[in-house]
């Protein structure tokens, strides 16, 4: 019988992941910057990216994937570019450090990158960017899987090659306004919504699924399954799939070439890791600070401005739906639920944790 999932308050998120990572030899620091990217996720909407990530991390630790209390380092680096070997730390921890590495050099030099090698998951990407763009910094993130993680059919293909490829950028505007917070996959969808569906038993839309012959699929079971039965269309699907395809050779390039973190080659395997560059742009360098703003503030009403089409709310810029205050309850489905409590158990901690049974027993 298939374990009911819970809802857990954001008091109960934060002491399963400071008792799971304290017990599993995680810093405070690194444990505070877990929580905060997690519930980041969560907080804006994105569970597949938030909470629900809670049991791999500790997976991964425990198979010695991630390796705990070790902080990445600079091996090679100019005054604009650093070149970061993570050490296969806490996939987060390494994130932060690149974004802070190439903003330090773009606020020296006006843009400054950083590249991430032997590096681990790093769950949503839009929770780098926002911060660095409120401090006036155009970041743009962009994230492969390292060699592996293969899920994605290349536009013209029914075998995976590619992993989702994901990228984001922050844009500031005006002070006091909120950034644009972009965070995509080249993929038709996230990865994460394909595990929730799976999870929850339900089937997912036409269009984002083909089979091995290249057949379109709603069943994300197979997507799990050794080797996979069921792949994710590249962004624009199966008409179009051909941009999200070379978007994602550009993310190949960037973030798996150029890091040395290693390009997609068809491994499925989901523990690559994580290859990452980030590129840091000060518009102050280029006397662009004040006009750069009031650009920004001219081209945002303009969109905000326009009409709605039928049936629609109208346009919503991207970070519209931004990370919040503390918030919850936190929905946490069956599978994960029973994959966190055998952590638990693992452990030793016990499953003393204030939650709810989920509604109709998800």
């Not at 750069?292 to 049936?311: D, I, N, S, T």
């Amino acid at each position: 019988m298939t374990q009911a999932g819970v809802t857990a308050p954001e008091s109960t998120v934060c002491a399963l992941i400071e008792d799971i990572f304290g017990a599993l030899g995680f810093t405070v620091a690194e444990r505070t910057v877990l929580t905060e990217t997690l519930l980041e996720a969560s907080r804006a909407g994105y569970h597949s990216h938030g909470v629900m990530r809670i049991p791999t991390f500790a997976e991964d630790t425990q198979a010695g994937i991630i390796a705990p209390a070790v902080a990445p380092v600079v091996v090679h680096e100019t005054e604009a570019a650093a070149m970061i070997d993570a050490r296969r730390c806490l996939g987060p921890a390494s994130c932060v450090f690149a974004v802070e590495q190439a903003g330090a050099k773009a606020r020296a030099q006006g843009i400054g990158c950083a590249a991430v090698r032997n590096g681990n998951d790093v769950a949503r990407l839009g929770a780098y960017v926002g911060a660095p763009a409120r401090d006036g910094l155009i970041t743009l993130l962009l994230v492969n899987d390292a060699g592996g993680g293969a899920c994605v059919v290349p536009f013209g293909s029914a075998t995976p090659f590619l992993s989702t490829n994901p990228l984001a950028c922050g844009i500031p505007r005006a002070p006091g306004e909120p950034p644009l917070v972009i965070d995509i996959s080249t993929s038709v969808v996230a990865l994460g919504k394909i595990r929730m569906a799976a999870n929850k038993g339900e089937t997912v839309p036409e269009g984002w699924l083909v089979d091995r012959t290249g057949k379109p699929t709603t069943e994300p079971a197979g997507f799990f399954e050794t080797p996979r039965s069921a792949s994710l269309l590249p962004l624009g699907g199966a008409a179009d799939g051909h941009k999200g395809f070379l978007l994602s050779l550009i993310i190949e390039a960037f973030a798996g070439a150029l890091a040395g973190a290693g390009m997609s080659r068809g491994n499925e395997n989901e523990d690559q890791g994580n290859g990452l560059f980030v590129l840091a742009a000060d518009p102050q360098a280029l006397g662009m600070g004040a006009a750069f703003a009031e650009a920004m503030e001219e081209f945002v009403a303009g969109l905000e401005a326009l009409p709605r089409a039928q049936g629609s709310t109208g346009v919503r810029l991207p970070g519209a739906r931004a990370s919040g205050g503390p918030g919850g309850p936190y929905p946490i489905d069956g599978p994960t639920w029973a994959r966190i409590t055998a952590v638990l158990d693992a452990l030793s901690l016990g499953t003393d944790y204030a939650v709810t049974p989920a509604a109709g027993g998800e």
